[in-house]
């Protein structure tokens, strides 16, 4: 593709620069979306909420300037609520 015209010149060049950088996005997410790091960012997540909800109800309150931490917390407990009803209803029925 070797052309004489400068506007097709800048036109290959702008091609290849937006391949190159294709590339390394389709790179990027590749490494991202592997099942081992989706493994350690779930892992981390799941202990950052865990030492959030410790905080919670140690008194230290929610989060702050963390929409989704905060929401992760709430819901946490709000698992935790559900697990401790249903062990609750179960004992009690079981006593019946």
Known sequence: MTSSN???TARQAEILAARAALAATVDELTTRLTPKN???????????AA???????????????SP??????KILL??????????????IRSRR
């Open 38 to 48: 989706l493994a350690a960012d779930a892992a981390e997540s799941t202990r950052r």
């Open 68 to 73: 989704s931490r905060t929401r992760n917390v």
């Open 78 to 91: 709000g698992a935790a609520a559900g697990v401790a009803l249903l062990v609750t209803v179960a004992v």
């Open 51 to 65: 030492d959030d909800a410790g905080t919670f109800l140690a008194g230290g309150g929610f989060p702050v300037g």
């Open 6 to 8: 400068p506007d097709d």
